[in-house]
């Protein structure tokens, strides 16, 4: 069945792929995240049945406003899987990924999140299995998840350095195998990444294969709370929200990231950005759009080697 899905994104692909980034050629088209979503499509069809998912029909693929850069949507869904969807942008200076699988409700399995931004000058990466919950005060859902994980975090945080400080709300989404960093363009990295995908993605399909279906009402809506407190954060605060906007303008970003991206935040809930994260509320009580309330923190790698929490 994918086969047959994949037409749209190999037709685009062939369209795209020798076209005149090729000639002159800058350090960000060393490489494709192509290959990165074909891997995973493949990988979760050895294990399960995906479909296309209904959102597919109107997010498929897009030019930037000037003409010079491509979007390019897939969405599925599968019998554990909510949905499973990935953009890719292509421009002549930036290479971008944004490829995240949400588990229906459930399952507590963590999120799937691989986010990958290239420009000429620099790498901004983040692969992760991202906890459904608090795994920083909540030691059975990490020795669940994450325990027979930290090896494997291990070996690629060695490979990829810590990438500074990040807002600090941030680092309760994220686990202790986050693959946080950035690096300057570079082919040998990238063949890195590309394994570091691999094995993540590898892994978490273990999970979900694994995983049995929750039938505690009171468990299935802590789960789907936790995903929609998740969309809710990533909507919001999402770095990727100033390149999007000025690629495709403020309203088509706005309805991608609602509505395909981060799908889910209009239905799976009807708290509030403020009911989640009240610290972010400023005096008058609205949102502060700067987004840094809070601050930037963790200026190094906040878990050791036992994958134990050392931030403050
Ligand atoms: C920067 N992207 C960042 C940073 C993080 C992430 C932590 C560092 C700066 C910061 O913390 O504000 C990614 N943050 C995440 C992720 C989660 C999170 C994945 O909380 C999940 C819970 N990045 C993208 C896409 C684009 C993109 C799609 O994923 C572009 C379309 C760009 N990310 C991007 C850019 C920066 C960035 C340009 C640097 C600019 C900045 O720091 O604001």
């Known amino acids: ?25 800058i350090p960000s088209c060393s490489v494709s995240y192509r290959k990165f979503v ?7 069809t050895l294990h399960t049945h995906l479909i296309p998912s ?9 030019n930037s406003k000037d003409g010079k850069g491509t979007l390019s949507m897939l969405s599925f869904e599968g019998a554990k899987i909510r949905l499973l969807r990935s953009l890719i942008i292509e421009t002549e200076t930036m290479q971008v990924l944004d490829f995240t699988v949400f588990p229906k409700a459930e399952y507590d399995i963590p999120i799937f999140c691989a986010n990958f931004f290239t420009s000429a000058k620099t790498n ?25 994980l930290i090896p494997l975090g291990l070996k690629y945080a060695e490979l990829f350095p810590w990438g500074g400080k990040l807002t600090s709300e941030s680092i309760n989404f994220f686990s202790p195998i986050v693959i946080w960093t950035k690096f300057t363009s570079n ?7 590309y394994s570091a995908f691999r094995e993540y993605y590898k892994v978490w399909l273990k999970l979900i294969c ?22 809710t954060w990533r909507v919001e605060k999402d770095p990727g929200q100033g390149v999007l906007k000025k690629l495709i303008g403020d309203t088509l970003a706005k309805d991608m990231l609602r509505s395909f991206l981060f799908n889910g935040v209009d239905e799976l809930g009807s708290k509030t950005f403020n009911d989640y994260f009240p610290r972010y509320c400023c005096q008058e009580g609205t949102l502060n759009k700067k987004g840094n309330v809070i601050g930037k ?12 929490f050392i931030g403050e």
């Open 187 to 193: 082919p040998e990295k990238y063949d890195i990444l």
């Open 124 to 148: 901004i990466v983040v692969l992760d299995l991202n906890p459904l919950h608090d795994i920083i005060n909540q030691h059975e859902y990490k020795e669940k998840y994450f325990k027979s």
């Open 38 to 44: 074909e891997f995973a499509l493949d990988e979760t």
């Open 1 to 25: 069945l994918q086969r047959t899905l994949l037409p749209p994104l190999t037709a685009i692909a062939t369209s795209t792929r020798g076209f005149k980034r090729r000639s002159n050629c």
């Open 54 to 62: 209904p959102l597919q029909e109107k997010y498929n693929f897009m």
């Open 297 to 308: 923190s963790f200026e190094n790698r906040p878990w050791n080697a036992r994958g134990e």
């Open 210 to 231: 694994k995983a049995d279906k929750e039938t505690d009402e009171s468990q299935i809506f802590h789960n789907l709370e936790a995903q929609h407190r998740y969309l």
